[in-house]
């Protein structure tokens, strides 16, 4: 029975009951070792199972096991075992990705994303039926993958049937990150129900005195309370002897653990020491462990008479992690040693691989090569099931163990690059550079280099990530030209979005150019690597050149992805608006096929960026939303800024109410989490694109933003609006000046849109007769994909016209500018348009604009989605949440709307905002 915990108490049932009614929700229990938060969450269980007599609640536990951290998803696997025979009731892609991380198939997991949904979609098929409750115990120390598996569902309960329940410690957290979860922190119990735990189990009365101050020791801790009263002797709790001396409370309680341990005899001691090496509760194999050190079968009933060991159905488990903890840290080296090699020797043959390795690891001091060996193939193995955390480990530890330094390297590179797949950058780097210090072989120290740059632009510095990459490529060039070719590619790539660095080569210096006959995929890199050099220097005519060529060669699937990646990348250079969009398009489909999540976030937002050149703005809206939620709900927060600040310059460009509603919450993220890497230019562009075109914005403050963008790619986005808003303040030599840039772009490229802006310009600047100028920008417009830019410019055409008093010629090309506004939702242009319009003497109609439904931006993705016909499972596929969670905000739409199916959704015209 529990003792003043009614509040506690309260809060579980009340979680309980919102799962019941499709509320689901997670709660972390967070509170010293011993305060109770194991008891709880024991009552909370009985509670449920009382409260579904008749109609039912699934429960569910697992808890964290500080000896298996290296054994990835060996704590969900607990948790889901008894549901999952109703794996083929989610997608197969999930189901098979589930099972690949249970190692009950031998595939490779991919996308450890997909093992977190099918987590999430197993949970909430079970759900349907009947209420679930899960129960995790000592979360702190669950092993990595089931942390981060786990932390993806508790986000993600909302409309579910399913309530999550975690417990962990105070002083410590693991791999688990509670930082934004509902949490309940569990202290000590008054005097009253203290005095009331203790006369449970007390042999004497204690004294009001003696209560206090144990209490005050205890700060109420109720297993200090319990063992610290059970220690004392009758006269101690009466009060007629002084109380021993004061510790803090864990070390008193692992001290009253330790003197209960040192009472047994030495079979049930040795017995004891192997439960706490392998907390893992199998009686059978801490059975042979334990007979090969001397203990006997009866050493079990020993233990479990003290009151340390507890045996049930479920296995062997320690009274408390701290009888753990005490008994382990008294042990000497040696004899922890010897617990663990009979572990190992225990675990031989059966399917306990990974645990065997550990053990076996753990029972060496020195290198060892068959140690090493059986931690490589866990790392394999851990690598194929997605457990990223445990590979990284498993290699490390095999590292330490080898005494070759060229192999311990390799091992170090392998484990960096398990690291950062778990996206662990800092683990990454320092495992890089230890690898760098014994690593001679320079192919080898070019793959270290390579991953020590990578991790250094994304998180750090994009100027010292490319000076390492120049190295890597540097490094390799006499040892392998091929692959030398494309580090240097990649580092010219790098600088092409304004990555520079005195101590590095010219990255076209470090390796000859591929001969004529050379296979495709070295001469696309030659080509990338041409290319991206002239775009460095704006010499655009050779960087034209060498793209288009590169684009031209077909290039095999088999060929290195980076080449693949910056194929699309380079359209960027040049605005080759409909090539970037089959790229990318491509790309997508690619990684949607593969659910890599992170391809997937970067196919749709490097496709947005033409979408917004060429007009698609609905599109460009979804994708960049969809990329959005993607990152938030996958906790990829370092990858939030590039879709914001999409979203803000489309929203600015449509003039939307809401456009300094964007820009603020761009703003706020740009403080925060400011861009590292090749998109730092990009989206600063963007974001002072969006600030310029603010509908308050003055033309001097436009262009005071305007004049921050530095990266070609987006001075070329911009172009228009920065010659326009140049004039506008007055400002007719910066004008001049970046129309001259702007024209010796198209000269080098010949690229229809940048002559269509040169010739709008020239008529802004007074540069020959507007008129004509005009007129040559519509023609090389008709060119063009971008319908923007086209429309803006027979708007300034219609406006030209009607000044001189040529109302009648001035209405075809407002009216043409008018209606592309108005299908592009662009409110301020499309008004604008009306103006002019109404003062040739036209009455002009007031089009379609979004429909404002003050949705939430999950709803509007949603509401998006099923208007082009996705069904309510591939767009929890889409958005990795549940159908569930789904039908839960379709719900609200159709509220919200006034409408009652999807039928009336997707006849509603104009956009969703």
């Not at 999930?94 to 031998?106: I, N, S």
């Not at 075109?693 to 530095?710: E, K, N, W």
């Not at 549940?882 to 719900?891: A, G, M, N, Y």
Request: with cysteine; hydrophobic share 45%; charged share 25%.
């Amino acid at each position: 029975m529990l003792r003043g915990r009614e509040a506690e108490q309260a809060a579980l049932r009340a979680l309980i009951e919102r799962a019941a009614t499709g509320d689901g929700a997670a709660l972390v229990l967070r509170g010293q070792p011993g305060v109770g938060k194991s008891a709880l969450l024991d009552d909370a269980v009985a509670a449920a199972r009382d409260a579904g007599e008749g109609t039912g609640v699934t429960v569910l536990r697992t808890r964290g096991v500080e000896s298996e951290a290296p054994l990835p998803f060996a704590a969900l696997h607990r948790l889901l075992r008894p549901v999952l025979d109703r794996l083929d009731q989610i997608p197969e892609p999930q189901a098979r990705a589930l099972r690949a991380a249970f190692g009950e198939e031998t595939a490779t997991a991919g996308d450890r994303h997909l093992v977190y949904l099918a987590t999430l979609n197993l949970l909430s098929e079970v759900g349907g039926d009947q209420p679930v409750l899960g129960v995790i115990d000592d979360a702190h120390w669950l092993d990595d993958a089931s942390a981060a598996a786990l932390l993806f569902v508790a986000r993600r309960l909302e409309g579910e049937a399913v309530a999550l329940m975690f417990a962990i410690r105070d002083d410590e957290s693991g791999a688990f990150d509670t930082r934004d979860l509902a949490t309940l922190t569990v202290s000590g119990v008054g005097a009253a129900a203290a005095g009331e735990l203790i006369a449970d189990q007390a042999a004497a009365p204690i004294a009001a005195h003696v209560l206090e101050e144990l209490v005050e020791v205890t700060d109420g801790n109720p297993l200090g309370l319990i063992e610290l009263s059970g220690a004392l002797t009758a006269d101690q709790l009466t009060g007629q002897h002084r109380l021993p001396e004061r510790l803090p409370l864990t070390e008193r309680v692992e001290r009253a653990f330790l003197d209960r341990f040192r009472k047994l005899d030495t079979a049930a001691q040795t017995l004891l020491l192997v439960v706490a090496a392998d907390d893992s509760g199998h009686p059978a194999t801490v059975g042979r462990a334990a007979a090969t050190l001397g203990a006997p079968d009866d050493a079990f009933d020993t233990a479990e008479e003290s009151g340390l060991l507890r045996i049930d159905s479920d296995g062997l488990m320690l009274r408390h992690p701290l009888v753990r903890s005490a008994i382990y840290g008294a042990a000497t080296s040696s004899r922890r040693r010897q617990a663990h090699r009979a572990l190992a020797d225990a675990f031989a043959g059966t399917a306990h691989e990974d645990r065997r390795a550990w053990h076996l690891a753990a029972s060496v001091d020195g290198p060892d090569p068959d140690v090493v060996a059986a931690l490589d193939e866990a790392a394999q193995r851990s690598s194929r099931r997605g457990g990223h955390e445990a590979a990284a480990a498993a290699w490390a530890r095999a590292a330490e163990l080898t005494l070759d330094p060229h192999e311990r390297a390799q091992r170090l590179l392998a484990a960096a690059g398990a690291n950062l797949a778990a996206g662990r950058p800092l683990e990454t780097d320092l495992l890089t550079r230890a690898a760098l210090v014994d690593a001679d072989d320079p192919l080898l120290r070019a793959e270290l280099l390579q991953l020590q740059g990578q991790v250094e632009w994304n998180t750090r510095s994009l100027d010292e990530g490319y000076r390492i990459v120049c190295h890597a490529a540097t490094t390799a060039a006499p040892h392998d030209p091929a692959h030398a070719r494309v580090l240097a590619m990649l580092a010219a790539a790098l600088a092409s979005f304004g990555a520079r660095s005195a101590d590095a080569p010219d990255p076209s210096t470090i390796v000859e150019p591929p001969a004529p006959q050379a296979a495709p995929e070295e001469l696309v890199a030659g080509l990338l690597l041409d290319g991206f050099t002239a775009v460095i220097r704006n010499d655009w005519a050779t960087a034209a050149t060498a793209l288009r060529r590169a684009w031209d060669i077909p290039l095999p699937l088999t060929a290195p992805p980076l080449l693949h990646a910056n194929l699309a990348i380079a359209t960027m250079h040049l605005g080759d608006d409909e090539r970037a969009i089959r790229l990318h398009d491509l790309q997508l489909q690619h990684a949607r096929d593969a659910s890599a999540v992170n391809m997937i976030e970067h196919a749709l937002t490097r496709g947005v960026v033409f979408r917004i050149a060429t007009g698609a703005w609905s599109e460009a809206a979804s994708a960049a939303q969809e990329a959005l939620l993607l990152d938030r709900n996958l906790g990829l927060h370092e990858l939030v800024a590039l879709p914001l600040a999409e979203l803000a310059v489309i929203s600015a460009l449509r003039g939307d109410a809401a456009a300094p509603q964007h820009l603020r919450e761009l703003d706020v993220e740009l403080e925060q989490r400011p861009p590292h890497g090749a998109v730092a230019g990009i989206v600063r562009g963007l974001a002072h694109w969006a600030a310029a075109r603010q509908s308050d914005v003055t033309p001097a403050t436009a262009l005071h933003h305007l004049q921050q963008i530095d990266l070609p790619v987006a001075r070329w986005l911009t172009a228009l609006d920065r010659i326009e808003t140049a004039v506008r303040a007055d400002r007719a030599n910066l004008a001049k000046e970046w129309l001259d840039e702007l024209r010796a772009f198209a000269e080098g490229t010949d690229m229809a849109w940048a002559w269509a802006a040169v010739y709008h310009a020239q008529a802004l600047v007074g540069d020959g007769d507007a008129e004509e100028n005009f007129g040559k920008a519509l023609e090389w417009h008709a060119k063009s994909p971008r319908l923007p830019a086209r429309a803006r410019t027979q708007l300034a055409l219609g406006e030209h016209l009607r000044r001189r008093r040529r109302r009648t010629d001035a209405r075809v090309p407002l009216r043409e500018a008018l209606d592309t506004f108005e299908s592009l939702g662009a409110g301020f242009w499309a008004e604008r348009a009306r103006q002019e319009l109404r003062a040739s003497g036209e009455t002009a109609r007031r089009g379609a604009n979004l429909v404002a439904t003050g949705l939430t931006p999950q709803e509007s993705q949603i509401a998006g989605l099923v208007r082009e016909g996705l069904s309510n499972k591939d767009v929890a596929t889409r958005l990795f949440i549940s159908p569930r969670t789904v039908d839960f905000h379709l719900r609200n739409v159709y509220s919200k709307l006034g409408i009652t199916s999807r039928t009336e959704l997707a006849a509603l015209a104009g956009d969703l905002a």
